[in-house]
């Protein structure tokens, strides 16, 4: 090999080399949060969810964060109880948002199914609108719900039609990952409290499966 011919192999890994470091790989979304924000309903809440043990994982990952939850809550309607100030889904979204916050977790959905009977056109449009209130920016990890009823408002099968539509979501929004916590193993009868649909020793799994959502990237 002539002595031009190594001279420009040594130029053009050197051009190669610099200009990986001028030009910065693409990040994970996740690494440029600043502070995240999780927004939930009753099986959130203070007195009969989630909430210590999310607030738990997140001060154990050392992360900003904004909690919001709040019994009942919907993405249009507020709810009641430890967070009732902040409102409905998107009040709460304005209010991280205000706080400075710019990753979401939205652990919500069970009412919107509820009240809404399954029907997947209105729960369409509610999800759509949430999402525009935190806006194409920002991440978002939407937790979906379950319950241990097999008929009734309150059936898997009610609340499933949530989690059709925010699988279809996917497709119009591409900044959400949906964490499908239906398919977490529950069968075990003291996961549940004695309404079939919000959980005692369940508890620990939602809350860390909640926070986890935050960092693992995609859908799962």
């Given amino acids: 090999m002539s002595s031009r011919v190594v001279l420009v192999l040594l130029v053009t890994a050197v051009a190669a080399g610099l200009l990986a470091?001028?030009?910065?790989?693409?990040?994970?979304a996740r690494t440029r949060c600043t502070k995240i924000a999780v927004i939930g309903d009753s099986k959130s809440e203070r007195k009969i969810g989630a909430r210590q043990v999310i607030i738990n994982e997140l001060q154990r990952r050392g992360v900003p964060y904004f909690v919001s939850t709040s019994s009942g809550r919907t993405v249009h309607r507020p709810g009641f109880g430890t967070d009732k100030r902040h409102g409905s889904a998107i009040e709460a979204v304005g209010h991280?948002?205000?706080?400075?916050?710019?990753?979401?977790?939205?652990?919500i959905g069970g009412n919107d199914a509820m009240r809404t009977r399954g029907d997947?056109?209105?729960?369409?449009?509610?999800?759509d609108a949430l999402m525009t209130a935190v806006g194409r920016e920002h991440t978002v990890d939407w937790v979906t719900s379950t319950s241990g009823h097999l008929t009734g408002r309150w059936s898997r099968h009610t609340l499933f039609q949530m989690?059709?539509?925010l699988d279809r979501a996917r497709a119009r929004w591409r900044?959400?990952?949906?964490?499908?916590?239906?398919?977490v193993h529950e069968s075990l009868p003291f996961w549940w409290r004695p309404d079939n649909l919000h959980y005692n020793t369940g508890n620990t799994p939602r809350g860390?499966?909640?926070v986890d959502s935050a960092f693992?990237?995609?859908s799962r």
Avoid: M
């Fill in 21 to 28: 470091v001028i030009t910065p790989a693409p990040a994970d």
């Fill in 96 to 107: 991280a948002k205000r706080a400075g916050a710019d990753c979401f977790v939205i652990a």
């Fill in 120 to 127: 997947r056109r209105i729960l369409r449009q509610s999800i």
């Fill in 163 to 165: 989690t059709v539509e």
């Fill in 175 to 183: 900044n959400l990952d949906v964490n499908h916590w239906e398919r």
């Fill in 208 to 210: 860390r499966y909640t």
């Fill in 216 to 218: 693992i990237r995609g």
